[in-house]
């Protein structure tokens, strides 16, 4: 197979670290990995296997001989720059919300639709985090019964807000044992004034605040729902939360299906699906917890029970590495299949 060159642009944060981390670990063909980032990080050298690269700054002329370039810089670098790399003959893989609502732009989770892929322009966009740890969830259950209804609260690590979000963690606890008074300075949104702490806290919100009261990231989980699916007939309804949790995101998923779907008949779609593995047995207190799903590419699905008091109704519990399946693998399983339709390079 030919060796295609390999950009990452962001290659400094929680998802370029995973990205380089998952290209050698699925032996992804990579001829040239040219590691991108702001003007701070340049000239610094990352290890990657045996070799060390030296970080450059992200460019609009950075782009000349890549085949595939994966962004995580933010939107706006995004915007920026994703189309000078497709200037320069690459396939974009896109991992902000810049594009994702462009319907010129294919939204894509594999294992829901991946000849979607097929069609892009130069762009393709990777869903948000929370969307795509549902998606993977509920799509088995969707193809066999329909999903007309969804209500989802997500109980978000805060990785998902990047490195810095870790650090602040991390910092609140060791403030915390050492008695001193910490300051919050990163979550729940770096760019606004007002912060709250994380440790021994829950906070309702993630991402800005947009129309109706909903939050930019309860939003993304709609409209990302309804153009991944293709239908945007099913009503959904979500609540983001962060919580002190350092990685993997969990979400309680309550469904209601056009055709009723027992359990059992749930369970076992779940079984079978790809890139799913159920972890569910009350009686042994086995459900997937973030600690569990931290470093896998499944999303894990357990407490899969019925909704007493509606007849199509049913309750599950979804937990996903969204470094991993919620954003850099993801991106790389789009072009490995890219890659095995012949469709890259
Ligand atoms: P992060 O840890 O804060 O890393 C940000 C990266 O972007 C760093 O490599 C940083 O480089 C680079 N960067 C910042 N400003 C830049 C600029 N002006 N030009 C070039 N590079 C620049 O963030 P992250 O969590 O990896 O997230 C990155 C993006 O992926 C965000 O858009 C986020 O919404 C999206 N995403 C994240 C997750 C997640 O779970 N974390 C999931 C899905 C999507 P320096 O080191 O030089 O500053
Ligand atoms: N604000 O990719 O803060 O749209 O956890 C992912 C994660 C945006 C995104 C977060 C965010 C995205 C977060």
């Given at each position: 197979?030919?060796?295609?060159?390999?950009?990452?642009?962001?290659?400094t944060g929680?998802?370029?670290e995973?990205?380089?981390?998952?290209?050698?670990?699925?032996?992804?063909?990579?001829?040239?990995?040219?590691?991108?980032?702001?003007?701070?990080?340049?000239?610094?050298?990352?290890?990657?296997?045996?070799?060390e690269i030296?970080?450059q700054a992200?460019?609009?002329?950075?782009?000349?001989?890549i085949?595939?370039?994966f962004?995580?810089?933010?939107?706006?670098?995004s915007?920026?720059?994703?189309?000078?790399?497709?200037?320069?003959g690459?396939?974009?893989?896109d991992?902000t919300?810049?594009?994702?609502?462009?319907?010129?732009?294919?939204?894509?989770?594999?294992?829901?639709?991946?000849?979607?892929?097929?069609?892009?322009?130069g762009?393709?966009?990777?869903?948000?985090?929370?969307t795509?740890?549902?998606l993977?969830a509920?799509?088995?259950?969707?193809?066999?019964a329909?999903?007309?209804?969804?209500?989802v609260?997500?109980y978000?690590?805060?990785?998902?807000?990047?490195?810095?979000?870790?650090?602040e963690?991390?910092?609140?606890?060791?403030?915390?044992?050492?008695?001193?008074?910490?300051?919050?300075?990163?979550?729940?949104v770096?760019?606004?004034?007002?912060?709250?702490?994380?440790?021994?806290?829950?906070?309702?919100?993630?991402?800005v605040f947009?129309?109706?009261?909903?939050?930019?990231?309860?939003?993304?989980?709609?409209?990302?729902?309804?153009?991944?699916?293709?239908?945007?007939?099913?009503?959904?309804?979500?609540?983001t939360?962060?919580v002190?949790?350092l990685?993997?995101h969990?979400?309680?998923i309550?469904?209601?299906?056009?055709?009723?779907?027992?359990?059992?008949?749930?369970?076992?779609?779940?079984?079978?699906?790809?890139?799913?593995?159920?972890?569910?047995?009350?009686?042994?207190?086995?459900y997937?917890?973030?600690?569990?799903?931290?470093?896998?590419?499944e999303?894990?699905?357990?407490?899969?029970?019925?909704?007493?008091?509606?007849?199509?109704?049913l309750?599950?519990?979804?937990?996903?590495?969204?470094?991993?399946?919620?954003?850099?693998?993801?991106?790389i399983?789009?072009?490995?299949?890219?890659?095995?339709?012949?469709?890259?390079?």
């Amino acid at each position: 197979m030919k060796a295609l060159n390999v950009a990452i642009v962001g290659a400094t944060g929680a998802v370029g670290e995973e990205l380089i981390k998952i290209l050698q670990e699925r032996r992804f063909p990579v001829g040239e990995l040219r590691l991108l980032a702001s003007r701070r990080s340049a000239g610094r050298r990352v290890k990657v296997g045996s070799d060390e690269i030296e970080v450059q700054a992200a460019s609009a002329d950075a782009f000349r001989g890549i085949d595939v370039a994966f962004f995580s810089a933010g939107g706006s670098v995004s915007k920026a720059l994703a189309p000078e790399a497709v200037k320069a003959g690459a396939v974009v893989i896109d991992n902000t919300s810049a594009f994702r609502m462009d319907p010129s732009v294919p939204l894509v989770v594999p294992e829901v639709n991946p000849q979607a892929a097929l069609k892009h322009q130069g762009i393709i966009a990777n869903p948000n985090c929370s969307t795509i740890i549902m998606l993977v969830a509920l799509n088995p259950l969707h193809q066999a019964a329909r999903v007309r209804r969804v209500v989802v609260s997500t109980y978000q690590a805060v990785s998902g807000a990047g490195m810095k979000a870790m650090e602040e963690l991390l910092q609140q606890v060791r403030d915390y044992a050492a008695g001193r008074q910490s300051e919050a300075r990163v979550l729940p949104v770096a760019a606004l004034d007002r912060h709250y702490p994380i440790l021994f806290n829950v906070i309702p919100q993630v991402d800005v605040f947009d129309e109706a009261g909903y939050t930019r990231e309860e939003w993304k989980m709609v409209r990302e729902t309804h153009k991944i699916f293709g239908d945007s007939t099913i009503g959904i309804t979500a609540t983001t939360v962060r919580v002190p949790v350092l990685r993997s995101h969990a979400e309680s998923i309550y469904i209601e299906t056009e055709r009723r779907l027992t359990v059992e008949e749930a369970r076992s779609l779940l079984s079978e699906a790809p890139g799913v593995a159920v972890m569910d047995d009350p009686a042994q207190q086995l459900y997937p917890m973030p600690l569990d799903a931290a470093g896998r590419d499944e999303v894990f699905v357990g407490r899969i029970r019925p909704d007493l008091a509606v007849e199509n109704g049913l309750n599950l519990w979804a937990v996903g590495d969204q470094i991993r399946k919620g954003a850099a693998l993801n991106a790389i399983q789009i072009a490995e299949y890219l890659l095995s339709e012949g469709a890259l390079g």
